[in-house]
């Protein structure tokens, strides 16, 4: 039973709680994935559990580091789930780099959008199906 119970734990957390793999354990099957967006003179490359790099486009290893993944978060109110890296390489005169992907429900994993609204905070949206949710349903009074 402790075994089960540990598992569970590690899936989708505690009592109503976020985990490593999310609210309902919906990180686990893009786990370890990576996704690619490119934007103006950039490709962004987002990787679940590891790291985001932003590269010249053309350039294919090494880049510049944006951040390490650190956690998913869960807007309570609106259901929007945000994935967060954090603790890149220090921004110029600033703060360290650091990436969040917005989630919105779609067919596929695919990272839609990149931008960097503040120098050195990255921004993408995603579409996913762990994005289409009985919150997301609920928003669109489906
Ligand atoms: C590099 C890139 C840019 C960033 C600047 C900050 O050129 O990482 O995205 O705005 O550094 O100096």
Not at 15 to 28: I, M
Not at 93 to 103: K, L, Q, T, Y
Not at 124 to 133: K, N, V
């Amino acid at each position: 039973t402790k075994q089960v119970d540990d598992l569970e734990r590690e899936l989708v957390g505690g009592e109503g709680g976020n985990s490593k793999y999310g609210l309902a354990g919906e990180l686990y099957g893009m786990r370890d994935q990576c996704f690619k967006v490119e934007s103006g003179k950039y490709e962004y490359e987002t990787c679940i559990f590891g790291k985001a790099t932003q590269r010249d486009i053309g350039q294919t290893s090494g880049g510049t580091h944006l951040g390490n993944f650190e956690k998913v978060e869960l807007n309570e109110e609106d259901g929007q789930r945000t994935l967060m890296w954090g603790s890149g390489t220090k921004c110029w005169n600033g703060p360290s780099r650091s990436a969040e992907v917005v989630i919105t429900c779609g067919a596929e994993n695919k990272l839609l959008t990149a931008d960097e609204p503040e120098t050195c905070r990255y921004v993408f949206t995603m579409e996913s199906p762990i994005g289409c949710d009985e919150k997301f349903k609920q928003n669109l009074n489906l």
